[in-house]
């Protein structure tokens, strides 16, 4: 078997590559989408779907399952692979997103960040070295730094010194799980808000600590999708080109694409699996609102072009009347449909880097989807 962390490029296409990633739970093609399994389940659907719509790989959420059930039951029913009965792999965010948008109730140091819980107000104290010692109780593959991620608009000066202090953090991090340990991966996270010689600055730094990987953080976080798509322009090119890069929480259609078009391999997002709750269904000819009028005796399958459960057995019409009806159903048949579609839009981009094809590809997408999507929608949990 190869060893975790082996990152190989296997095609390219402009700055566009198609490549393999090794972890301790198998290999992940990429680019790839990872749904997001925030509560270690991805809502609505099981680790069958998942297998069924050719999931490779899951994300779920370090401050959500520290809160609760608590890393170290979960540790106790085999991590969260044991847990979620999920045999493949899983990559696990540090939590730290969701810690600094507790806004009125947290408070940054050097050590780490003290904030109270959203469920019961109780302390709580995330320190780099917790951080990864919770992922190591969920038995991640690919553990995230702990970092600090700055709101849109923060000043240059406060934005410069939590920079310094997310590098700091993140060698603490790598100290706390050296590299090849137990063949889990640790992963840095790039920051530097809106400005793009901090950005430098930050990856710069990182690049000197022996990631397996590296993230670009911060970003949709409130700016428009113009200033979004400049800086991940200026910030991909500054990675190492024989490592994974990972664009966090960043998900539309068009911004997977736009960030594979600047060589980035990973993302993730819960547009997908939101949107389809709301009813919101992403198709090839462009996204729709099933609960409309003019599904409602519309014999058609949603997309003709999905092989999908939904698209395959049921027509619009009763995709509507299920969503109308408010029966669960909906959310599920929705939720696959929609995973499907992103999953199906990578396999889609691997062959398309490998066949040379890959702008006339990422050119029909646009067609179908510039009119209809915005990159400010908000893709954390």
């Known amino acids: 078997m190869t060893r975790p962390g082996t990152f190989q490029i296997l095609a390219r296409d402009g700055a566009a590559r198609r490549g393999t990633l090794e972890t301790a739970h198998g290999t992940v ?3 790839v989408f990872m749904p997001v399994g925030t509560q270690a389940s991805v809502k609505s659907i099981d680790p069958r779907d998942l297998d069924e719509i050719r999931a490779q790989i899951v994300l779920g959420n370090t401050y959500h399952l520290y809160m609760r059930p608590g890393d170290e039951l979960v540790a106790q029913m085999g991590g969260l692979h044991g847990f979620a009965a999920w045999d493949r792999p899983v990559l696990t965010d540090s939590g730290g997103f969701q810690v600094f948008s507790l806004a009125g109730l947290r408070e940054i140091t050097e050590n780490g960040v003290t904030f109270r ?5 109780s302390s709580h104290i995330f320190t780099p070295e917790k951080a990864i010692a919770i992922q190591q109780n969920l038995g991640s593959d ?3 730094v702990l970092d600090e991620c700055v709101a849109y608009g923060t000043e240059y000066d406060y934005t410069a010194k939590s920079l310094e202090m997310t590098t700091r953090w993140a060698q603490r991090c790598r100290d706390a799980h050296p590299e090849g340990q137990n063949g889990r991966l640790v992963f840095g996270i790039v920051q530097g808000g809106f400005f793009e010689d901090l950005r430098t600055r ?11 990987g590296f993230a670009i953080g911060g970003l949709s976080v409130g700016e428009s999708p113009d200033e979004m798509r400049q800086l991940l322009a200026h910030t991909a090119p500054l990675l190492p080109d024989q490592k994974p890069r990972y664009l966090m ?7 997977i694409l736009d960030g594979v078009a600047l060589g980035v391999d990973m993302f993730d997002c819960v547009l997908p699996t939101r949107n389809a709750r709301n009813g919101t269904l992403f198709t090839s000819f462009g996204k729709i609102n099933i609960k409309q009028a003019r599904f409602r005796d519309d014999p058609e399958p949603l997309d003709p072009e999905c092989d999908c459960y939904a698209c395959r057995t049921f027509s619009r019409a009763y995709l509507r009347h299920l969503y109308m009806a408010r029966e669960l159903l909906s959310y599920r048949l929705n939720t696959l449909h929609n995973l499907r579609f992103y999953l199906r839009m990578m396999e889609e981009v691997r062959d398309a880097i490998g066949q040379g094809t890959f702008e006339q590809l990422r050119a029909r997408y646009r067609a179908a989807y510039e009119q209809s999507e915005s990159a400010a929608e908000n893709c954390r949990p």
Not at 117 to 121: P, Q, R, V
Not at 249 to 255: C, E, F, I, K
């Open 202 to 212: 930050s990856a710069q730094q990182l690049m000197e600590i022996p990631f397996e």
């Open 117 to 121: 819980s959203h469920i019961d107000g």
């Open 142 to 144: 690919i553990m995230m």
């Open 249 to 255: 929480g960043v998900g539309t259609p068009m911004d």
């Open 29 to 31: 093609q990429t680019p």
